[in-house]
């Protein structure tokens, strides 16, 4: 049973435009969401987080947003940079320790 | 120190074997944590450990059995596995409730 949800397992854009990343979630229970960005070889770093009592968050050039009522949340990088090219994972968290990750989506920023 | 260091990066197991994983930090993190990652699926949470004690296990087969020594070390003990346990194992570790985790960079087990 996938709580979690990233049902584009690859997207690929053109430097300098905007990423946009999706993700679902089927539990109401979570109260916390996050975005982890990995590269090969490396385990999963952590990206943007946001609480359930927020609909946007915004670092940089990352910005997560929030729809609760449609258990959606998304990703957006402006603007894509080659570096950025990497597996990105969604993730929601119940409670203080228990979280779950999406699938993952491969993100190819073009020069 | 900002990292969590994980042994062997790669491990080959009969189906008999028994051998170790190993996860360390020195952050002071007081949760840690054990995830299996098949190839194009999600990482599944197997275990946690919250301040030494185990808080969350999620029905994992008992053939992995964890053992948290310390507050700085943890353990994946491996015994009897299947082929289909093949898999990258990660291990984190967090202050409570912290906003993120620190991952390692896995151990990719293969059991022939």
């Known amino acids: 049973d996938q709580q979690v949800k990233q049902n584009s397992p690859s997207l690929s854009v053109q430097e300098g435009r905007i990423s946009i990343l999706n993700c679902d979630y089927t539990?109401?229970?979570?109260?916390?969401f996050l975005w982890y960005k990995k590269y090969p070889a490396e385990g999963p770093t952590f990206l943007i987080s946001i609480s359930s009592i927020k609909d946007k968050n915004e670092d940089g050039r990352f910005t997560v947003f929030l729809n609760k009522s449609a258990k959606h949340l998304s990703l957006h990088i402006v603007p894509s940079q080659p570096g950025d090219s990497a597996v990105y994972f969604c993730?929601?968290?119940?409670?203080?320790?228990?979280?779950?990750f999406g699938a993952g989506t491969r993100l190819t920023v073009k020069p | 120190d900002t990292e969590v260091t994980q042994t062997p990066k790669h491990l080959v197991m009969g189906m008999t074997n028994k051998k170790s994983l190993k996860c360390e930090q020195h952050?002071?993190?007081?949760?840690m944590y054990w995830y299996k990652q098949k190839a194009k699926k999600p990482p599944e949470l197997m275990f946690v450990?919250?301040?030494?004690?185990?808080?969350i296990n999620e029905s994992v087969p008992s053939r992995f059995s964890p053992e948290c020594p310390n507050s700085s070390l943890l353990n994946l003990h491996l015994h009897a596995l299947q082929p289909e346990d093949s898999a990258l194992y990660l291990c984190a570790s967090s202050h409570e409730g912290s906003d993120g985790y620190t991952f390692g960079s896995g151990t990719r087990l293969t059991v022939v």
């Open positions: 993730a929601a968290r119940r409670g203080v320790n228990d979280m779950r």
């Open positions: 539990n109401s229970m979570f109260d916390y």
């Open positions: 450990y919250s301040y030494e004690k185990l808080s």
């Open positions: 952050m002071g993190h007081r949760a």
